[in-house]
């Protein structure tokens, strides 16, 4: 637990101007007025500053552009503002990409975070006090579940896609530095996470595009996998309950207890959209197309989040049906976010800016 009468003056978010991170980074802001928050975000497809545009003027907030796999960088910044915290959510993230791209996922994953690791190491030495490394993991690292039984903290580790075992390394080096170096940390690993701000290549945020402009929903194989549906700003209260008050070198895990399988959720997105947007009950149903399913596909996702909720009293604070009518709310209210994020002129303005 970090120390009440010390608390960390400079707080490390990375992956801040992604889905997750901007909304963390958004309470830390907000929350913590005396803190200084520096998001590190290296503006890939992912990264988005629109998500921010809300606090990116407070005293307590700066943006850092770089790539944590940039060694000479990192220890540049962690030299200059000498971070007291880490909340590590800078990742590669997209199951279907690590098929396509496993190197990418193992260079960001896995190198990036040894970086940032040794960077942190290297600054504090032996001083230790007060200081803490928060890696924010998945759930995907555990493999895949039958019908029944939940991932716990102690389940072993079994992942099966390029992405999972990116994370599954990720995490083993996290502990690995906390056992040779007595580095502190705490680790966290989530399930499914949906809301505002997330890009539209994740399920919720594309279909909810798709059904807009009447495209096809492509889901895999017979649609029968099951997922634990996570609400992104309850996972960000967890982030800060954890941070501030988990305790050294524990891994907690972080479910929304909404185990929903996907043909099941997307048809509950079906009845939404046509009630919010007027149209003939059962229109976007038509739009659900069945395609080959993805090579190592895990058939079940579900998360005993019960650690957490008894050592820091945390639990969800919305159902699934209340999360995604709220999300659902969000883009309709935000047409023309998700139109810059899907033409890419997101990226033009914010490129320029800080090349």
Not at 58 to 84: P, Q, V
Not at 186 to 193: D, K, Q, R, Y
Request: one cysteine or more; proline letters at 4%.
């Amino acid at each position: 637990m970090l120390d009440k009468n010390n608390p960390v003056k400079n707080l490390l978010v990375t992956g801040g101007a992604g889905f997750i991170g901007s909304h963390v980074i958004r309470r830390l802001v907000n929350k913590y007025p005396g803190y200084q928050i520096f998001n590190l975000d290296a503006l890939t497809y992912a990264g988005n500053l629109e998500n921010l545009v809300d606090i990116e003027s407070k005293e307590n907030y700066t943006f850092l552009k770089g790539s944590i796999t940039d060694e000479a960088y990192i220890d540049t910044i962690f030299t200059e503002h000498k971070f007291e915290g880490i909340i590590h959510l800078a990742a590669e993230s997209h199951v279907d990409r690590s098929i396509t791209d496993p190197l990418a996922f193992a260079k960001t994953n896995i190198l990036g975070t040894m970086i940032l690791l040794n960077a942190f190491r290297a600054l504090w030495k032996d001083n230790w006090h007060g200081k803490r490394f928060y890696h924010i993991s998945t759930d995907e690292v555990y493999g895949s579940l039958g019908e029944t039984g939940l991932f716990e903290e102690t389940t072993p580790y079994d992942p099966n896609s390029p992405y999972s075992a990116s994370k599954a390394s990720s995490d083993h080096f996290v502990r690995a530095y906390g056992e040779t170096y007595n580095l502190p940390y705490v680790i966290t690993n989530c399930s499914n996470n949906y809301g505002a701000n997330q890009f539209p290549e994740k399920l919720i945020p594309l279909f909810i595009n798709n059904i807009i402009h009447n495209k096809p929903l492509p889901v895999y194989g017979d649609g029968n996998y099951t997922r634990d549906w996570l609400y992104v700003i309850d996972h960000a209260i967890a982030i800060d309950l954890v941070f501030h008050k988990g305790r050294d070198n524990e891994t907690y895990n972080i479910g929304g207890f909404n185990e929903w399988k996907n043909i099941d959720l997307v048809k509950l997105l079906c009845s939404h959209m046509d009630e919010k947007l007027g149209r003939k009950k059962g229109s976007s149903e038509k739009l659900i197309t069945y395609v080959k399913d993805r090579p190592g596909h895990d058939l079940r996702y579900a998360i005993d989040a019960s650690k957490i909720n008894r050592e820091l009293g945390w639990n969800p604070t919305v159902t699934f049906e209340e999360g995604l009518s709220k999300t659902i709310d969000w883009y309709l209210a935000n047409e023309e976010w998700l139109g810059n994020v899907t033409s890419g002129t997101y990226q033009e303005y914010y490129q320029l800016q800080y090349k």
